[in-house]
């Protein structure tokens, strides 16, 4: 069963960037003119006067401590947690100088720490009790640095899309042109389920400090267009592009079946529920190109 949410069921707007779910099980999905929240049945909607920094949110990030922090235009911090939107002007330790950059990714440590990566390659911590900018110096870092330091980092984002996947300050790091094991090998379906997916081009990778290796090539399977998202669902494979969603039923088993499930649509996320549910964020191809939340029950 597909069925497709607009702004007439309620959403904030046409165009949907990406969605998170929370420890509740709510759903928020990220959009130009606010964020929405799904119970499953309805959205409430929130933007600068429920408290947001920005109504532009362009990404959500869902940490270990219950709380959904909005990624914004502007750059400046807020989260929702205990039913309200925390920004610097409720709470000061979310204050700080974003320097006009905006936050790209968010990452926690084992103290559950939060940090963020920005546009202009800089790190900002925030504790709980302040935020702080250059927290490890003011030199710049980019996402291959802070995946190196797997032992302290823990991305709160399943995959990136990058332009390579040379860490230029990981000489130890062994990069592979084609995968040493084959999909039906149990350790390396684990592997790739448990770590970083890196997005380059047409070309899924596993990252891990160790080596980078790739597991899926778009091409190979007949798709010629950039890979735009994907995700994991056990041993299934989902591939987003901006012309379709595909998927690979038992792709980490070993088999070969391309399925097309929407053509003709751009797909920029793809998240699956705790109730087994799967919701891609995509664009039709129209004149507008409104990018709208769908949800996509399958059967088990």
Same mark, same amino acid.
């Given at each position: 069963?597909?069925?497709?949410?607009? +702004?007439?069921?309620?959403?904030?707007?046409?165009? +949907?960037?990406?969605?998170?779910?929370?420890?509740?099980?709510?759903?928020? !999905?990220?959009? =130009?003119?606010?964020?929405?929240?799904?119970?499953?049945?309805?959205? *409430?909607?929130?933007?600068?006067?429920?408290?947001?920094?920005?109504?532009?949110?362009?990404?959500?990030?869902?940490?270990? *401590?219950?709380?959904?922090? !909005? !990624?914004?235009?502007?750059?400046? #911090?807020?989260?929702?947690?205990?039913?309200?939107?925390?920004?610097?002007? %409720?709470?000061?330790?979310?204050?700080?100088?974003?320097?006009?950059?905006? +936050?790209?990714?968010?990452?926690?440590?084992?103290?559950?720490?939060?940090?963020?990566?920005?546009?202009?390659?800089?790190? /900002?911590?925030?504790?709980?009790?302040?935020?702080?900018?250059?927290?490890?110096?003011?030199?710049?870092?980019?996402?291959?640095?802070?995946?190196?330091?797997?032992? +302290?980092?823990?991305? #709160?984002? *399943?995959?990136?899309?990058?332009?390579?996947?040379?860490?230029?300050?990981?000489?130890?790091?062994?990069?592979? /042109?084609?995968?040493?094991?084959?999909?039906?090998?149990?350790? !390396?379906?684990?592997? /790739?389920?448990?770590?970083?997916?890196?997005?380059?081009?047409?070309?899924?990778?596993?990252?891990?400090?160790?080596?980078?290796? =790739?597991?899926?090539?778009?091409?190979?399977?007949?798709?010629?267009?950039?890979?735009?998202?994907?995700?994991?669902?056990?041993?299934?494979?989902?591939?987003? %592009?901006?012309?379709?969603?595909?998927?690979?039923?038992?792709?980490?088993?070993?088999?070969?079946?391309?399925?097309?499930?929407?053509?003709?649509?751009?797909?920029?996320?793809?998240?699956?529920?705790?109730?087994?549910?799967?919701?891609?964020?995509?664009?039709?191809?129209?004149?507008?190109?409104?990018?709208?939340?769908?949800?996509?029950?399958?059967?088990?």
């Amino acid at each position: 069963m597909i069925r497709n949410y607009n +702004v007439k069921d309620g959403l904030a707007n046409a165009t +949907v960037y990406s969605a998170v779910q929370d420890v509740e099980g709510f759903i928020w !999905f990220a959009t =130009p003119t606010g964020v929405s929240k799904f119970d499953g049945k309805r959205f *409430r909607n929130y933007t600068k006067k429920d408290g947001l920094t920005d109504n532009d949110v362009v990404k959500l990030a869902a940490d270990s *401590r219950g709380r959904i922090w !909005f !990624f914004t235009s502007n750059g400046k #911090l807020s989260f929702f947690h205990n039913h309200i939107v925390h920004n610097e002007d %409720t709470d000061s330790t979310l204050s700080y100088n974003s320097r006009s950059h905006y +936050v790209q990714y968010a990452f926690e440590d084992r103290a559950r720490t939060i940090w963020f990566l920005n546009s202009a390659g800089r790190l /900002i911590q925030y504790n709980g009790r302040k935020t702080v900018y250059d927290k490890l110096g003011a030199s710049s870092m980019d996402v291959m640095s802070i995946l190196s330091k797997d032992s +302290v980092f823990q991305p #709160l984002q *399943r995959y990136f899309n990058l332009q390579g996947v040379k860490d230029s300050n990981n000489f130890q790091q062994k990069i592979f /042109i084609t995968a040493p094991f084959s999909l039906g090998n149990q350790r !390396f379906a684990e592997r /790739i389920q448990q770590n970083p997916v890196i997005i380059t081009g047409n070309t899924l990778y596993s990252y891990t400090p160790q080596d980078i290796m =790739p597991f899926f090539s778009g091409t190979e399977w007949g798709i010629r267009e950039e890979i735009s998202s994907v995700s994991i669902d056990g041993d299934n494979l989902w591939i987003g %592009t901006p012309r379709a969603l595909y998927l690979i039923r038992d792709f980490f088993k070993g088999e070969k079946k391309l399925s097309k499930l929407l053509n003709n649509h751009f797909i920029t996320s793809i998240l699956h529920d705790r109730d087994g549910n799967t919701d891609h964020h995509l664009r039709r191809r129209c004149v507008s190109y409104p990018l709208q939340a769908l949800l996509l029950r399958l059967p088990r």
